[in-house]
């Protein structure tokens, strides 16, 4: 620490500062002496002596910085751009949330385009400026003649494409191959950071409808985002999109490749009102529409309701058990015995759903057990008692209520009971340890 410096002068951590005062930000006093404790200029206000950062801070973009950005994603509303380079500010790198920005097809240029694919491509390099930061990055490329697409390579070839006027609607062309497209161009496109431009714009035709040529290759049915990135490139515009991959709307069809839902009309257990849910409901189980569900969420649902609910709920899962009958267990029966024989004995005490007999796989024979289901829970839950005496060959056999998993009753029927809890329990240990 034998160097000094006065103010006005570059100062590292460590060196001595040859001023006296008022200590400030980014210095300490060592031994008598004031020591920098941070790279920057030496500042005196007024006797309070500090230390003035050198170094901007982390960068944040606002609302009207213009950007230059990559598209990185086809979406079918919206367009995903990986900006690059802030223009007018110091080239450094940005934070993680001001990585990626998304311009809404709307906001592409002046002119109706049922997708962003229409009108911008993979890798294209667009100049962009910023309309929204929060919550998410929002960008425009129609305001201002200046924004929009940059550079453009061929879908088909890769090589650059040039601006052209010669077909109506289609802008832009590739000197190799018979391609021509239509993209949102900035009035410098290919010239990049010129500040004057070159009135490239003009060739949007903004505010004019399309023509019949250009209209018949619109995005209608949907725009790309299923093509991966070597395959938009490979197959250029022209191609017959799959029927997978055509949006159905509200009328059905696939949309991007994922089938549509099956939606189960059903009522809500809370407030009784008509709802849909994306799947078969469960009797007994709560199901709530939207509003039911940000109320219980918010805390705004009182232990009356709740009470009320669960009366539903056990009235629906008795209604249930009703109509999904009562199963039976059968064990200990002769090995000669066969299903004709069980549903003739067994439909003399009420209407049977099923009956199955266990059976070997492989040589087909009887394992000495089976199941039988009445159709009616309650006309099954009455006959128990009278069927637990039952004969059959001579030989007395086992008849209880069915566990819901691996049968019940029966040397056989606890093996299975204990071999599912065993698995229940672990696959439940499982899916609470995720």
Known sequence: MSSSVTEGEFVTPGENIALTGELGSGVAEVEGKII???????????????????????????????????VSKLQNKTVEVKILHVEGKPIRDLPADSLFGDVFVAEIVDRFLPSPGDALRLRDLIRAEVIQVNPVMRLSTKSKPRYGVLHS????????????????????????CDYIGYRALADDYGHGFIEEGHGLDSLNRGGERWSSEAEARLSHDGSRPYLSVLADYRRGEVHVTPKKFLGGGR????????????????????CQDDCEVPFKPTPGKPIRCRPCMEKVENGDVDKDSFAKERTVLLAAKEAAKEQMGFKLFIGGLPYESNEEELTAIFAEHGEL??????????????KGFAFVTFASYSVGKDA?????????????????????????????????????????????GRRERR
């Not at 390579?153 to 832009?172: H, K, W």
């Not at 759903?353 to 009887?366: P, W």
């Open 36 to 70: 920098a404790t941070r790279i920057g200029i030496v500042t005196n206000n007024d006797g309070n002596i500090s230390v003035e950062p050198s170094t901007d801070g982390p960068r944040e973009l606002n609302v009207g910085d213009v950007v230059i950005g990559e």
């Open 153 to 176: 390579a061929c879908p088909a070839c890769g090589i650059i494409l040039e601006t052209s006027d010669s077909v109506i609607d289609f802008n832009v062309s590739c000197t190799r």
């Open 251 to 270: 009328s059905g069809g696939d949309r991007g490749g994922r089938p549509r839902r099956e939606m189960f009309k059903t009522n809500c257990t809370l």
């Open 353 to 366: 759903k099923e009956v199955h007999l266990a059976t070997d796989r492989e040589t087909g024979k009887s």
């Open 384 to 428: 128990l008692p009278n069927l637990k005496s039952l004969k059959i060959g001579g030989r007395k056999i086992t008849v209880q209520e069915a566990k819901e998993r691996g049968g019940g009753g029966g040397r056989d029927g606890n093996r299975n009971n204990n071999r599912g809890g065993r698995r229940n329990n672990h696959q439940g």
